[in-house]
């Protein structure tokens, strides 16, 4: 359901990037490992739409996502893709549940704090709602990160180093949680990291090196 095809990158004035191909299948939880540099956070933006590759295809749900524009991209990330950056971006100024309101009225949905409250309660921070963002633990905004990625149900969850600041512990309980989230949710997990403590907590992994074009 998530494929791609000989997708590059090129920065104005930068490196040239060049990716191996992606098959994941729907539901499945793939772990994309590669050192600091090799392009993890770039192929990651291309996979959301967030950037657009110089060459190649990226097929989600057989469409392909590199010829949509404009609003009808935007859309479609908003429908299907969550994404959980290395920074969280949350607007300091609300509350966590005001957050997570914008995150639906961005995706074109109506607002819904029935399920806001609901996927906080499953994620151990309901009573974080109506704090504002800085007022939460680095944990508890890690999971506050978790539950907007996935408050709008989307079939493909994205995390960009999920685990990369944290210790033993707290790496394998966000691990646990986002791979029980998707499970419930049904969702393709797609992981990138250069955490080499996750190697042993995923089935299917693919190596990112920096190739030269
Ligand atoms: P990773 O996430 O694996 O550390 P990135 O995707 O951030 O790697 O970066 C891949 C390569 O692209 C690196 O060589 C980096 O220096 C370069 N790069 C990243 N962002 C930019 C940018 N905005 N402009 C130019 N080069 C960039
Ligand atoms: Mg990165």
């Given at each position: 359901?998530l494929r791609t095809e000989n997708l ?206």
């Amino acid at each position: 359901m998530l494929r791609t095809e000989n997708l590059h990158y090129s920065y104005p004035k930068g490196s040239a990037l060049s990716f191996a191909d992606i098959n994941c299948a729907q539901g499945e939880h793939w772990l994309l490992l590669g050192a600091s540099g090799s392009g993890k956070t770039t192929l990651l933006h291309l996979l959301a739409g967030l950037r657009k590759p110089g060459s190649g295809s990226i097929h989600i749900h057989n469409l392909d996502i590199t010829q949509l524009t404009g609003a009808a991209l935007d859309h479609f990330r908003g429908q299907h893709i969550g994404i959980i950056f290395q920074q969280s971006h949350f607007v300091q100024a609300l509350s966590v549940r005001e957050n997570l309101i914008l995150a639906q009225r961005f995706a074109g949905l109506v607002k819904d704090e029935k399920k806001i409250l609901a996927r906080l309660h499953r994620l151990g921070i309901a009573d974080k709602a109506d704090k504002k963002p800085f007022q939460l633990s680095v944990g508890e905004q890690q999971r506050a990160s978790i539950c907007r990625a996935l408050i709008n149900g989307p079939d493909v969850i994205l995390a960009d180093e999920p685990t990369s600041a944290l210790d033993d512990g707290n790496c394998t309980a966000v691990i646990n949680l986002l791979k029980e989230q998707a499970t419930q949710d049904g969702a393709t997990l797609l992981i990138v990291t250069h955490d080499g403590r996750l190697k042993t907590n995923f089935d299917h992994q693919i190596k990112l090196n920096k190739l030269p074009i």
